[in-house]
């Protein structure tokens, strides 16, 4: 029985994680575009931290993945507890 599941190389897996790594996209466009699960790229982002050898990112691409990181808590923070507010306005 076929699963559908598509076999993937460390080296496609390493390719996959350095585009990932270097664009700004979501897990969930690279899942649709390469038609892997979600939990398969964190696996594989474990697996391959992005200082890792086999990874080889420059270590421009590592500061601004890190700076991007950094710089999305605070509207995420800021987006929540505006929520937070709407959300007991409305319970009220």
């Given at each position: 029985m076929k699963t559908g599941?598509?076999?993937?190389?460390?080296?496609?897996?390493?390719?996959?994680?350095r585009e990932y790594y270097a664009s700004e996209a979501s897990l969930y466009s690279m899942s649709?575009?390469?038609?892997?699960?979600?939990?398969?790229?964190?696996y594989w982002m474990n697996k391959y931290p992005m200082n890792s050898e086999s990874l080889s990112l420059p270590s421009q691409t590592i500061?601004?993945?890190?700076?991007?990181?950094k710089s999305n808590?605070?509207?995420?923070?800021?987006?929540?507890?505006?929520?937070i507010k709407e959300l007991e306005?409305?319970?009220a």
């Open positions: 599941r598509t076999k993937f190389t460390e080296s496609d897996k390493l390719s996959i994680l649709k575009k390469y038609g892997i699960e979600r939990g398969t790229l964190r500061e601004d993945v890190m700076a991007r990181k808590k605070p509207d995420e923070i800021a987006k929540l507890q505006a929520r306005k409305a319970l």
